[in-house]
């Protein structure tokens, strides 16, 4: 609809949105091959599954919204502005058009608002703060886009009606270019999002807190000389943790302590997935350096709870 009417109008701010929905719809596309080839079981390649394919399908589709949606808005609006003067006709069309795509893309933007909402208030999360942590990037992908759909039919909307009010390309040349920056700030952020999942990013501050305290509960535990943790995938944690264990235990004691460490973890954490505990000295000068190189001033005390130490 907003091709034919950008052809009708001469509209390159209306084209510029048919880019729009062009880049959306390869996303949406992407965003379920994402979903469904993560989705598969782990095998002897993949032994700790295929949850980070989701994130590579993701960035592919941040990439589409920059290639395909922002490069041609670009491309249209430089155009519009040099080139030729371009006399706008019939307009009512253009304005017919964006009037139906923004009550179609409004229907789809409150559906991904209420998902956004309800799995932030979930968290106990702002809806900012959801965003910037969530480890799913396939809601974060779709609110982002329809925000920036609705926002883009506006510029066009505003575009069109300038160009038909003053007789300027100008306008609508802007437009073009304000649509393109959008899409480009869109594809910015969802390709770093995907970029730090992809790299190993560590899993949600308040479950690390909530690992490390288990851990440190452990009768058996003297500290916590470190711990990591990285996501697999959406609701798939890995945790390696390194713990200073009580001398006195013998080595079946320690294994089974270990084991029982690993049950409660998966028990009061679902998304972990994998666990990994190392028996280490907390004396260690080289495991130390290693810590304090990781995370500098913010390394954790070595403790135990029960003694304050």
């Known amino acids: 609809m907003k091709a034919a009417a950008g052809v009708i ?75 030729e003067p371009k006399e706008q006709s019939r307009p009512l069309i253009g304005y017919l058009v964006l009037a139906a795509a923004f009550v179609l893309e409004t229907v789809s933007w409150l559906q991904a608002m209420r998902q956004v909402r309800h799995e932030s208030a979930e968290q106990n999360r702002s809806i900012v703060e959801y965003l910037r942590l969530v480890d799913d990037p396939a809601p974060k992908s779709v609110f982002l886009e329809d925000s920036a759909a609705l926002i883009g039919l506006v510029l066009a909307f505003a575009g069109l009606f300038l160009h038909h009010l ?52 452990a009768p058996e535990a003297e500290a916590v000389v470190d711990l990591q943790t990285m996501l697999l995938g959406t609701d798939q944690i890995l945790v390696c943790a390194r713990v200073d264990f009580d001398d006195a235990l013998g080595a079946a004691d320690l294994e089974r302590t270990c084991v029982r460490l690993a049950a409660e973890l998966h028990e009061e954490f679902p998304d972990v997935a994998e666990v990994f505990i190392e028996p280490v000295p907390r004396t260690d000068p080289d495991l130390r350096a290693a810590v304090l190189a990781r995370y500098g001033d913010l390394a954790p005390r070595y403790s135990h709870p029960a003694s304050g130490s």
Not at 186 to 197: E, K, Q
């Open 9 to 83: 109008t001469g509209s390159g701010a209306l084209l510029s949105e048919a880019a729009h929905s062009f880049a959306d719809t390869i996303t949406e596309l992407l965003l379920l091959t994402a979903l469904r080839r993560s989705r598969r079981p782990a095998d002897r390649m993949h032994p700790f599954g295929y949850g980070k394919e989701r994130y590579f399908w993701s960035l592919l589709a941040a990439v589409s919204i920059f290639a395909s949606g922002a490069m041609f808005s670009f491309y249209e609006g430089v155009t519009t502005l040099t080139g």
């Open 166 to 217: 003053t007789g300027s390309a100008v306008w609508d040349g802007t437009a073009s270019i304000l649509i393109g920056l959008l899409l480009a700030l869109v594809a910015y952020s969802l390709g770093l999002t995907n970029l730090r999942l992809l790299i190993g990013r560590q899993a949600d501050p308040v479950v690390v807190a909530g690992i490390r305290q288990l851990l440190a509960a």
